[in-house]
């Protein structure tokens, strides 16, 4: 049985999940907002930075997202952003589907992830990772554009966002643009944490 498309991100108060410029991504809004996410063990865990950090339920839920996930398509701004930024062995330890113009080989870095680059479309990307993913489920890992391009085509059965208590201002909104009239969500769960709220929501059709 084939798995969930799922996406699931961190978002400010106002409704932005980013700063408008790449060149912003490390700076102190954005920092702000994945507050919740650096302490944890888990975080510490996958991208190598040795032992320690915090568990409990934000530890928990960072740890399940990443088992659930069999592979990843994410659009081409996101890829030039973590390119320099993610380390020697990228955090996803699976197949990652680029959606970009640009062609090029499959990019195969140390620790099982390797970044395989499609340049017929969105739905093109997500049947190849479906097949890549089997029976576990896609994570649409972002940015919000192309996160928007896959609710808007019908193509995303579930999210999650940790409600962070910050606010940007501008930047890049998640459902700017969004498709209101043909989407429909169901509330499936809400669980506050100390740092943040994480809701999850499935998504339908209207």
Same mark, same amino acid.
């Given at each position: 049985?084939? &798995? ?5 991100? $961190? ?18 809004? /954005?920092?702000?907002?994945?507050? /919740? ?6 975080? =510490? ?15 928990? #839920?960072? +740890?399940?997202?990443?088992? +659930?996930?069999? !592979?990843?398509?994410? &659009?081409? +701004? ?28 499959? /990019?195969?870095?140390? &620790? ?12 093109? !990307?997500?049947?190849?990772? =479906? ?8 994570? #649409? ?22 409600? $962070?208590?910050?606010?940007? &201002? ?37």
């Amino acid at each position: 049985m084939a &798995g969930k498309v799922f996406f699931s991100v $961190s978002m400010s108060l106002d409704g932005f999940i980013a700063p408008e410029s790449t060149k912003d991504l490390m700076g102190q809004q /954005w920092m702000e907002l994945q507050q /919740w996410v650096f302490p944890q063990r888990f975080f =510490r865990e996958n991208l190598g930075l040795g032992g320690g950090g915090e568990e409990g339920r934000d530890n928990d #839920i960072l +740890r399940e997202t990443y088992q +659930r996930t069999g !592979a990843s398509v994410m &659009g081409k +701004r996101m890829f030039d952003a973590g390119e320099h930024a993610w380390p020697e062995e990228a955090p996803f330890h699976t197949p990652v589907y680029v959606v970009t113009h640009e062609k090029r080989d499959p /990019w195969e870095r140390p &620790g099982g992830t390797t970044f395989h680059f499609v340049n017929d479309g969105i739905e093109s !990307a997500l049947d190849q990772a =479906r097949d890549a993913a089997g029976d576990r489920d896609v994570r #649409i890992a972002g940015g919000g554009a192309t996160i928007l391009e896959y609710v808007n085509a019908g193509l995303v059965d579930e999210f999650s966002i940790a409600l $962070s208590p910050v606010l940007f &201002g501008s930047g890049i909104r998640l459902f700017e643009g969004v498709d209101a009239a043909g989407v429909a969500l169901e509330p499936v769960r809400a669980e506050p944490s100390a740092r943040v709220t994480h809701l999850t929501y499935a998504v339908g059709k209207r």
